[in-house]
């Protein structure tokens, strides 16, 4: 099991990690063996006795995480029996003191053998072997693998069946198909292509449904005053090819101010982007209240799409806001998002023309939910299991 999750979460943090140059190679060798201390941050020293759940990443506003947490009390699951790590600084100290000398004997070790050497493999062995422990003095607790995966969720996921206790796969966002690459115990999902996914797994796994809203008509308008622009997590294009887009975009709406949503996590900060025609929206402010705001939303490659839809908001997607093209996630392709390659030839009247039409709101419909199936249970009976 641990070979097959090193696998897992190698592929993506290689690709990641490769990507950064910093500069010099002393620096680019100092910045890739400081980043293995991080696994002292994601691991939590202390936990509730009480807990019988774990979240992974600290509930930090607006985020996945404390979506996950909101929605299972919603659900009946009391608050004092869910966990999740601490955005606390101190903490963070704390870790790093009290793990950090170990961290550093072991990455000198396998510097002198010369075996895993590679800052990641050292990495995720730590991270490996932090999680390992916590799940083994909190033996009550129920890991929570939420579907956008990172190497941190990889190596949770494999620990907790290495001891023989597979977690609970919580489907995330609506385009989180794909066969699970671990097994699982019990699975939340949100339509049924994640219905779909875990059956492909097993057919003894329990299955909830989560509280998915009916999706509110969408709003149109013969002029859209208010114009949004919403990013991915991965906002990963270069400032430059990003403002470029968004010059294209002011000018279709005419010079109109336009609100931008950044994305929690984003690395872009209200600075990078000094033009007279942006407004950033303040980084405290949910989706849901932006969307009340807003009479039409560009996106690039984000869920977010559907979220807004869901919410009665137009949406208009366009490439070039990031690194992954035009409709990664076929959203336009299956004929429920409205879509134009350039960005230039965006028309208001074939968006108003577009969610005009039954079709559209009915395939949007299909895609969200999760039909009728007797094995899907109500969220709300996780609680008594």
């Given at each position: 099991?641990?070979?097959r999750?090193l696998?897992?979460a190698?592929?993506?943090?290689?690709?990641?990690t490769?990507k950064?140059?910093?500069?010099?190679?002393?620096?680019?060798?100092w910045?890739?063996?400081?980043?293995?201390f991080?696994?002292?941050?994601?691991?939590?020293?202390?936990l509730?006795?009480?807990?019988?759940?774990?979240?992974?990443?600290?509930?930090?506003?607006?985020?996945?995480?404390?979506a996950v947490?909101?929605?299972?009390?919603?659900a009946?699951?009391?608050?004092?029996?869910?966990?999740?790590?601490?955005?606390?600084k101190?903490?963070?100290?704390?870790?790093?003191?009290?793990?950090?000398?170990?961290?550093?004997c072991?990455?000198?070790?396998?510097?002198?053998h010369?075996?895993?050497?590679h800052?990641?493999?050292?990495?995720?062995?730590?991270?490996?072997k932090?999680?390992?422990q916590?799940?083994?003095?909190?033996a009550?607790?129920?890991?929570?693998?939420i579907?956008?995966l990172s190497?941190?969720?990889?190596?949770?996921?494999?620990?907790?069946?290495q001891?023989?206790k597979p977690?609970?796969?919580?489907q995330?966002d609506f385009?989180?198909l794909?066969?699970?690459?671990?097994p699982?115990?019990?699975?939340v999902?949100?339509n049924?292509g994640?219905?779909?996914?875990v059956?492909?797994?097993?057919?003894d796994?329990a299955?909830?449904?989560?509280l998915?809203p009916?999706p509110?008509?969408?709003?149109l308008?013969?002029d859209?005053?208010n114009?949004?622009?919403?990013t991915s997590?991965?906002?990963d294009a270069?400032?430059?090819?990003?403002h470029?887009?968004?010059?294209?975009?002011?000018?279709?709406?005419?010079?109109?101010?336009?609100?931008?949503r950044?994305?929690?996590?984003s690395?872009?900060?209200?600075a990078?982007?000094p033009?007279?025609?942006?407004?950033?929206?303040?980084?405290?402010?949910?989706l849901?209240?932006?969307?009340?705001?807003?009479?039409l939303?560009?996106?690039g490659?984000?869920?977010?799409?559907?979220?807004?839809?869901?919410?009665?908001?137009?949406v208009?997607?366009?490439?070039?806001?990031?690194?992954?093209g035009?409709?990664?996630?076929?959203?336009?392709?299956?004929g429920?998002?409205?879509?134009?390659?350039?960005?230039?030839?965006?028309?208001?009247?074939?968006?108003?023309?577009h969610?005009?039409?039954?079709?559209?709101?009915?395939?949007?419909l299909?895609?969200?939910?999760?039909?009728?199936?007797?094995?899907?249970?109500?969220?709300?009976?996780?609680?008594?299991?």
């Amino acid at each position: 099991m641990l070979l097959r999750t090193l696998r897992l979460a190698r592929v993506r943090l290689l690709e990641i990690t490769e990507k950064k140059q910093y500069g010099s190679p002393l620096l680019d060798f100092w910045k890739r063996w400081t980043r293995v201390f991080r696994a002292a941050l994601e691991v939590p020293l202390f936990l509730p006795t009480s807990a019988r759940i774990y979240i992974p990443y600290p509930l930090l506003p607006n985020s996945k995480a404390e979506a996950v947490y909101k929605e299972l009390v919603q659900a009946g699951v009391a608050a004092e029996e869910i966990c999740a790590p601490s955005s606390n600084k101190v903490n963070a100290l704390l870790a790093l003191i009290w793990r950090g000398p170990g961290m550093l004997c072991m990455i000198l070790r396998t510097r002198r053998h010369r075996t895993g050497q590679h800052p990641v493999d050292v990495y995720l062995l730590i991270l490996w072997k932090l999680i390992t422990q916590m799940l083994r003095q909190h033996a009550q607790l129920r890991p929570v693998i939420i579907s956008d995966l990172s190497p941190m969720i990889h190596v949770l996921w494999g620990a907790s069946n290495q001891l023989q206790k597979p977690p609970i796969w919580w489907q995330d966002d609506f385009h989180h198909l794909g066969e699970l690459d671990l097994p699982v115990s019990e699975a939340v999902v949100l339509n049924h292509g994640g219905y779909l996914a875990v059956r492909k797994q097993s057919k003894d796994i329990a299955i909830y449904k989560r509280l998915v809203p009916v999706p509110q008509a969408v709003r149109l308008t013969d002029d859209f005053q208010n114009i949004g622009l919403a990013t991915s997590a991965f906002f990963d294009a270069q400032l430059g090819q990003i403002h470029a887009v968004l010059e294209k975009i002011s000018k279709v709406f005419e010079g109109k101010l336009l609100h931008m949503r950044l994305h929690p996590i984003s690395r872009f900060k209200e600075a990078d982007f000094p033009q007279k025609f942006l407004k950033i929206a303040p980084a405290h402010e949910s989706l849901e209240d932006f969307a009340k705001r807003m009479d039409l939303v560009v996106v690039g490659n984000s869920a977010v799409q559907l979220k807004l839809l869901c919410d009665g908001v137009p949406v208009c997607h366009v490439p070039g806001l990031d690194v992954d093209g035009y409709d990664l996630y076929k959203y336009v392709q299956m004929g429920f998002v409205y879509g134009e390659l350039k960005v230039e030839l965006i028309d208001v009247a074939r968006i108003i023309q577009h969610y005009s039409n039954s079709d559209a709101q009915q395939k949007l419909l299909d895609y969200i939910q999760t039909r009728s199936t007797s094995d899907v249970l109500p969220l709300v009976e996780f609680k008594s299991r």
